[in-house]
Structures are given as C-alpha cells and as structure tokens.
C-alpha cells in the first residue's frame, strides 16, 4: 500500500517554509509602508523646522543689530545737531566769552546730561575759549587726527580714544564760517549714556551687543572678555563691508576655546563703527534644538511602537496561520487514512468473494471423493481410511482460509451497522466486567472516571463494544514488561456528542509508528499474537458511526486514545447509511 | 414404484461446481439438471417442472434475484435455495422476501445441500423464515 505520510511531511515541511517566507515578507511591508515613510516624513519635518527656525532666529540677530545700529546713529546725530545748533544760532564773537560758552554748555546739558565739556576753537587748533572739567585751555590741537578730519569734513565724530586726559572718550565737532575763516565748536561726550545703550543690552546668559571701530578695536566694553579700547575677540577679516548674520566655528577664528556662535553685525554710516550682537549658538537655539529633540524623541518611540505592534501582531496572525494549516492536515490524514481503508475494503470484498467460489468448488469435490470411498471397492482399508483423513484435512484447511475471508469481509463490511440507543457508560462498564480478570493477572488496575449526566444516544452499540475491547486489550498489552499500571477510562459530555478516552501508562508508541498505526496489518506484535487489524477496524467503525478517533503517546510515558461521537441528526439516519433495528 | 425422485435444476456459471455437486446429489437419488446461466434455467424450468432450484447469485446476464423472481412468478410451488459467496443484510431480506426456500453462504459442506434440498422439496412450497446458514 502506498504511503502518503512522507508526502505529507514533505508538504508540511514547504508549509513551515511558506510560514517563514510569509512572515519576513510581512515585516518588510511593514518596514517599506509604515516605518520607512514615518522616517521620511518624519526628518523631513525635522529639517524644515530647524531650517525655519534657525531662519528667524538670523533675522531675528539680523534686526537686534539693526535696531541698535540705529540708536547709537540716533544718539550721536542729535548730539551733532545740538552742537550745529549753537554754532549756528551764535556768533563767535559770543560764543568766545567764557560766561556765554558756559550759559550754552548749560542749556545743552539741561535735560540728561550728554556732554563732558564744550570748547570754541580757531582754525589753528586753539581753544578760544572752554568749558569743563579740565584745564585743556592751553592745548594746541593742531597735530591731533580728529582736528585735521574735522576741518577736512566740517562736522566729525570721533572714535572712542585717551587723548591728553587719558582717559577713553569721543569727540563731537562743527565748523562754522565766519569771515573767510572756520571757527569750530567741540564737545566731548561722557560716554557712560552712551556705552549704556549697548553693553546694558542683554540676550540670554552668553548673549553681548558691542561697537567696534574699522580696526577692530573695541568701542565698548563686551559683557565678557575684553574692554574698551582692546582688540575685538572676533577679527575684522570675518566681517564683510555688508551687514550680515555669520554662524561662527571655533575653527574659523583663533580663539578654538570658545563655542560655536551666532554673530550679527551692522555697520554705522558715520562714524565708521561696527555693531556686533553675538550669542553661544547652543543657547540661541535651545528652544530649537528642545522643540526638535521632542519630536525626533517621539519619531524614535513611533517607529520602535510600530515595529513592536507589527511583529507581535504578525507573530500572532503566523500562529493562527500555523494552528490553521496544522488542523487541516490532520484532516488530511484522517482522509487518506478513511480512503486508505475504504480502499482496502472493495478489495478485501473483491478477494473474499473470489476465494469463495474456488472454495465452494474444493468442498463440493472432496464430498464427491468421499462418495467414490463410501462405494464398495477393492481399494484396502487403510488407503481409504488414509484417504478420508486427508480430505477432512482438506476440509479443514479450506474452512480456514473460510475464516479469513469472513473476517475481511466483516472488515469490509459498512452498510450493516445495527443502530440502537446507546448509554455509554453502561456499554464500558460491561467491557471492563469482561477485561478487568485479564487486566488484574497483568498487574494492573482499570479508573472509571464516568460522566453520569450523559444521557443515551443512537449508535452501534455492539460494534462500538468491539472498538473498547479492542483499545483495552491493546493497553493491557502495552503494559508487558511493567509489573503494574493503570487504564483510565473516561467519558465526557461534549456540545456536539460524547467523548471516551482511554489511557494507559505504558510504553507508548514511538513516534514513527504514530501515524502508521490505524493502517491495517500494521503490529508491533509477534508473529501470530497480533494480526493488525484491530485499530484498524476500530478506526473505520468509529468513521462509520461519524465520529474520529484520536491517538497522542509519549513513549515510556503512555498512550491516550481519544473518540469523539457525535449525536447522530435523524436526517443521517434517514438517508439510508445506517439501519436503524427494527424491535420486535 | 418407489418414491418420485426430486428433481433438481443447478444453476451456476462454474462449471465445475455443477459437476462436483451434480454427481453428489445423483449418487444419493436426486434427479440433476445444470444450467450455465439464468436464460437456460428459465428456459429448463418452463420445459418441465422441477421441486428445487439451486441458484447462484452471481452470474453473467441475469443475477441469481432475478432468475428467482421469474421462477416465482411463473411457478410459485418451485422451491429455491440461493447460493451466495458475499453476505449482507440486504442480500439477505431481498432474498427471503421474493420468495427464496433459503440461502446459503459459500463455501459449505455440500451435505448441508443435500439436507436442505430434501428438506425444501417435502415442504408444502410455502418459505421459510430462517433458513440462512452459516457453517462457521
């Protein structure tokens, strides 16, 4: 007969394959679709928040460089204008008297005081006249840079410098014509209002404004590093003539020590000046870099969520898959097994039915024989009592082969189920009165575990009787070599029928028998002990009767037969299957 | 004159069966005719009337069921006793019920036939219930 199993196997084994390939594929759809498109949209939004946002913070540099720029402009343009207001409104002539000079320097300073000191000077560089703080009547100024610039310009604001006082301060001049030759009118300013208007300013923990000449030298004191009149920490050759906003390495200027930085600077249109706003980059885009931090945070925690959903989920779909495929070829084997036996059966039909005509032949010759030696003849006594013992051998031998056929054909045999109503528990009860001496003289001990709600049903109840007998014998069997052990017989109520199950605690089947042992002739057993038809027969009554039977075994451990019957619907009975006795 | 010999009409397609059995039953008396097929045992049986039919259940043409249903029909007094190599219930209630004196299951020992025939040919033709055998 041919055996289908490895076929199976083979198949199982390209499922478990399938399984495998189905689930890869699975996790890299998920991948492709939902993770890679997350990353995507993801980083995409990171680096157009960043872009975006490091764009406002430029300009928003970009605009505190501006708006100070203008301050300061502001600030020193109405100074210019008050000095050409006096230079215009007076004469030199007045403004040459001391007490007068002094009148105007008090008018001038009458708000918030700006000015240090006020003093009329002639074209050579001699003060005409002066007041302040300082005896500065006697200086000559002709040698000075910002005399000469102011003559050369007519109005001039200095850079910040010590001059003879020596102490850092800027100068205001005007010239003024009077009778063919300039007179000028200077002041100089306290610069404590003025270097308020940028050093006060502040942006943050790192953040500075400061003013720096063309030559990089500072105007103001910077909140950090540096003072007035020092070189300026960045170098001039960072800047372009154009205002504009620089994100600074440490590596593009000299100084590694300090930390990336965002600088914005804009140039005064006189004097010459540079505004500097400058802040630690890291600072400047804290906010930023928190804002974005959080969302990368979250990106990372959505990607590992899904791929952790995606994989237990896919696990689990596998599983039912698995469960699934797994069901349907035990289907597939309760199928080959039935069509197996189905099989077996038309042939056994077929063989039984042709050995007994031969035979019927056989018998009929040997009583013609018999005849012959029944006649009086001059055959001698022995040969014909030789002679008929043979015969009745014959007739022995082929009431034999008789035997086999009968059995195969009972085998065979499916239309003749004796259908009546069955209590279950009373049916194995009677078995076991039948087993149990046998059972006692192998040592071992048969456990009802009875279900005693189970109400009767319609089945076979003789045939069913056979299959107990059958699973009983076989586990007392199973027992040989054990001094003791124990057959547990249950029964349980199931929503559609009934389930019995039988087991024992002997040496198990070894797995490679398992799926072998409801083929017929298949026995462990030795010659003539066994003929391998008992599970067999048992298998195809229980099929019969519409049911399965079910065969788990731990080898060394013990055996467990389960059968599973169903209540039979009447419209089953109906269609001829089964015969229903009729009672008399 | 003795006793009127029973006559009996074997109808099987084996050859040799009929032969065996034939020689058998003449040996103790019987009257024999064989038959090949249902077609000639019909034909014999409208010839002359015989007390017992043996007839096989399987052959070519007719089966042993129909054979016997015409035989009933024609001659219902003509005992009928089927031989059959395969059992079942059905075989077994559609034989009895059309008629059949009995109905053995092959193979058997042929006295069991001698007995049976002599026993169906003193019965008045009316059939009964259980005559099934089954020697083993």
């Given at each position: 007969m041919e055996k289908p199993s490895s076929e199976i196997h083979h198949v199982m084994h390209a499922r478990r394959h399938m399984h495998s390939t189905f689930y890869s594929r699975l996790i890299v759809l998920t991948l492709v679709f939902s993770v890679i498109p997350l990353i995507v949209v993801g980083w995409s939004i990171y680096v157009y928040y960043s872009r975006f946002s490091s764009d406002r913070l430029t300009e928003y540099f970009r605009d505190q460089a501006q708006y100070h720029r203008r301050l300061i402009e502001l600030f020193l343009r109405e100074r210019t204008s008050d000095l050409e207001l006096m230079a215009y409104s007076h004469s030199l002539k007045s403004l040459q008297k001391q007490e007068n000079l002094r009148t105007i320097f008090g008018v001038m300073n009458r708000g918030e005081p700006f000015f240090e000191d006020l003093g009329v000077q002639n074209d050579q560089g001699k003060h005409l006249a002066y007041v302040g703080?300082?005896?500065?009547?006697?200086?000559?100024?002709?040698?000075?840079f910002w005399f000469r610039e102011l003559m050369e310009r007519g109005v001039y604001i200095s850079d910040m410098f010590l001059g003879y006082r020596g102490i850092p301060h800027i100068i205001v001049g005007v010239t003024w014509p009077e009778e063919d030759r300039k007179w000028i009118l200077r002041a100089t300013l306290f610069t404590d209002p003025f270097r308020a208007l940028v050093e006060d300013v502040k942006m943050g923990k790192t953040g500075e404004i400061y003013l720096v000449n063309r030559q990089g030298v500072l105007q103001t004191t910077p909140r950090f590093g540096g003072g007035i009149?020092?070189?300026?920490?960045?170098?001039?050759?960072?800047?372009?003539?154009k205002d504009g906003v620089l994100v600074l390495d440490p590596m593009q200027y000299d100084n590694y020590s300090s930390p990336r930085q965002i600088v914005a600077y804009a140039w005064l249109s006189d004097p010459k000046w540079m505004l500097v706003a400058r802040q630690d980059y890291d600072e400047a885009f804290r906010q930023v870099n928190h804002a974005n931090r959080a969302m990368l945070l979250f990106l990372h925690i959505s990607i590992v969520a899904i791929l952790v959903v995606a994989i237990i989920s896919i696990r689990h779909m596998i599983r039912v898959i698995r469960k699934r495929d797994e069901k349907e070829r035990q289907l597939n084997m309760q199928l080959v097994q039935a069509s197996k036996l189905a099989s077996l059966g038309e042939l056994a039909a077929g063989v039984a039915h042709e050995i007994n005509n031969p035979l019927s032949i056989i018998l009929a010759g040997n009583q013609v024989i018999r005849d012959c030696c029944e006649e009086p003849t001059k055959l001698d006594e022995d040969f014909k009592s030789m002679l008929l013992e043979t015969l009745s051998q014959m007739d022995g031998q082929v009431l034999r082969c008789n035997t086999i056929t009968h059995n195969l054909l009972r085998f065979a045999r499916r239309s003749a189920s004796v259908m009546d109503d069955v209590d279950i528990n009373r049916c194995l009860e009677e078995v076991i009165a039948l087993m149990e001496k046998r059972a006692k003289s192998s040592g071992i001990s048969l456990e009802r575990d009875f279900d005693a709600s189970l109400s009767p049903f319609l089945s076979d109840p003789s045939q069913l009787q056979q299959v107990f007998v059958n699973l009983i014998s076989n586990a007392i069997d199973a027992h040989e070599g054990k001094p003791y052990g124990t057959i547990r017989i249950a029964t349980r109520a199931t929503v559609p029928g009934v389930e019995i199950s039988v087991s024992d605690t002997g040496m198990g089947i070894p797995e490679g028998n398992l799926e072998r042992i409801f083929d017929p002739f298949f026995t462990t057993k030795p010659v003539g002990k066994g003929t391998g038809l008992g599970l067999s027969i048992s298998y195809s009554i229980i099929q019969n009767l519409g049911g399965d039977i079910e065969v788990e075994s731990t080898e060394g451990k013990g055996t467990k037969f389960t059968i599973r019957l169903p209540f039979l619907s009447p419209e089953k009975l109906m269609d001829g299957q089964y015969e229903r006795k009729v009672k008399k | 004159m003795g006793p009127e010999k029973i006559k009996v009409l074997l109808v099987d397609d084996e050859v040799d069966f009929t032969r065996n059995v034939s020689r058998v039953l003449i040996r103790r008396g019987f009257e024999v005719d064989t038959a090949e097929d249902g077609l000639l045992a019909l034909a014999m049986t409208a010839r002359r009337h015989y007390d017992v039919v043996v007839l096989d259940f399987k052959m070519p043409g007719m089966n042993g069921i129909q054979v016997l249903t015409e035989i009933k029909r024609v001659d219902p007094s003509v005992q009928v006793i089927l031989l059959t190599g395969h059992f079942s219930v059905t075989d077994e209630e559609r034989t009895l019920e059309n008629g059949a004196y009995a109905y053995l299951l092959k193979p058997f020992p042929i006295i069991k036939l001698v007995d049976l025939i002599t026993a169906a040919a003193s019965c008045d033709g009316k059939a009964q219930a259980d005559h099934s055998f089954c020697p083993f």
């Amino acid at each position: 007969m041919e055996k289908p199993s490895s076929e199976i196997h083979h198949v199982m084994h390209a499922r478990r394959h399938m399984h495998s390939t189905f689930y890869s594929r699975l996790i890299v759809l998920t991948l492709v679709f939902s993770v890679i498109p997350l990353i995507v949209v993801g980083w995409s939004i990171y680096v157009y928040y960043s872009r975006f946002s490091s764009d406002r913070l430029t300009e928003y540099f970009r605009d505190q460089a501006q708006y100070h720029r203008r301050l300061i402009e502001l600030f020193l343009r109405e100074r210019t204008s008050d000095l050409e207001l006096m230079a215009y409104s007076h004469s030199l002539k007045s403004l040459q008297k001391q007490e007068n000079l002094r009148t105007i320097f008090g008018v001038m300073n009458r708000g918030e005081p700006f000015f240090e000191d006020l003093g009329v000077q002639n074209d050579q560089g001699k003060h005409l006249a002066y007041v302040g703080p300082f005896d500065l009547m006697d200086k000559d100024y002709s040698g000075t840079f910002w005399f000469r610039e102011l003559m050369e310009r007519g109005v001039y604001i200095s850079d910040m410098f010590l001059g003879y006082r020596g102490i850092p301060h800027i100068i205001v001049g005007v010239t003024w014509p009077e009778e063919d030759r300039k007179w000028i009118l200077r002041a100089t300013l306290f610069t404590d209002p003025f270097r308020a208007l940028v050093e006060d300013v502040k942006m943050g923990k790192t953040g500075e404004i400061y003013l720096v000449n063309r030559q990089g030298v500072l105007q103001t004191t910077p909140r950090f590093g540096g003072g007035i009149l020092d070189k300026a920490p960045l170098p001039m050759e960072l800047f372009t003539e154009k205002d504009g906003v620089l994100v600074l390495d440490p590596m593009q200027y000299d100084n590694y020590s300090s930390p990336r930085q965002i600088v914005a600077y804009a140039w005064l249109s006189d004097p010459k000046w540079m505004l500097v706003a400058r802040q630690d980059y890291d600072e400047a885009f804290r906010q930023v870099n928190h804002a974005n931090r959080a969302m990368l945070l979250f990106l990372h925690i959505s990607i590992v969520a899904i791929l952790v959903v995606a994989i237990i989920s896919i696990r689990h779909m596998i599983r039912v898959i698995r469960k699934r495929d797994e069901k349907e070829r035990q289907l597939n084997m309760q199928l080959v097994q039935a069509s197996k036996l189905a099989s077996l059966g038309e042939l056994a039909a077929g063989v039984a039915h042709e050995i007994n005509n031969p035979l019927s032949i056989i018998l009929a010759g040997n009583q013609v024989i018999r005849d012959c030696c029944e006649e009086p003849t001059k055959l001698d006594e022995d040969f014909k009592s030789m002679l008929l013992e043979t015969l009745s051998q014959m007739d022995g031998q082929v009431l034999r082969c008789n035997t086999i056929t009968h059995n195969l054909l009972r085998f065979a045999r499916r239309s003749a189920s004796v259908m009546d109503d069955v209590d279950i528990n009373r049916c194995l009860e009677e078995v076991i009165a039948l087993m149990e001496k046998r059972a006692k003289s192998s040592g071992i001990s048969l456990e009802r575990d009875f279900d005693a709600s189970l109400s009767p049903f319609l089945s076979d109840p003789s045939q069913l009787q056979q299959v107990f007998v059958n699973l009983i014998s076989n586990a007392i069997d199973a027992h040989e070599g054990k001094p003791y052990g124990t057959i547990r017989i249950a029964t349980r109520a199931t929503v559609p029928g009934v389930e019995i199950s039988v087991s024992d605690t002997g040496m198990g089947i070894p797995e490679g028998n398992l799926e072998r042992i409801f083929d017929p002739f298949f026995t462990t057993k030795p010659v003539g002990k066994g003929t391998g038809l008992g599970l067999s027969i048992s298998y195809s009554i229980i099929q019969n009767l519409g049911g399965d039977i079910e065969v788990e075994s731990t080898e060394g451990k013990g055996t467990k037969f389960t059968i599973r019957l169903p209540f039979l619907s009447p419209e089953k009975l109906m269609d001829g299957q089964y015969e229903r006795k009729v009672k008399k | 004159m003795g006793p009127e010999k029973i006559k009996v009409l074997l109808v099987d397609d084996e050859v040799d069966f009929t032969r065996n059995v034939s020689r058998v039953l003449i040996r103790r008396g019987f009257e024999v005719d064989t038959a090949e097929d249902g077609l000639l045992a019909l034909a014999m049986t409208a010839r002359r009337h015989y007390d017992v039919v043996v007839l096989d259940f399987k052959m070519p043409g007719m089966n042993g069921i129909q054979v016997l249903t015409e035989i009933k029909r024609v001659d219902p007094s003509v005992q009928v006793i089927l031989l059959t190599g395969h059992f079942s219930v059905t075989d077994e209630e559609r034989t009895l019920e059309n008629g059949a004196y009995a109905y053995l299951l092959k193979p058997f020992p042929i006295i069991k036939l001698v007995d049976l025939i002599t026993a169906a040919a003193s019965c008045d033709g009316k059939a009964q219930a259980d005559h099934s055998f089954c020697p083993f």
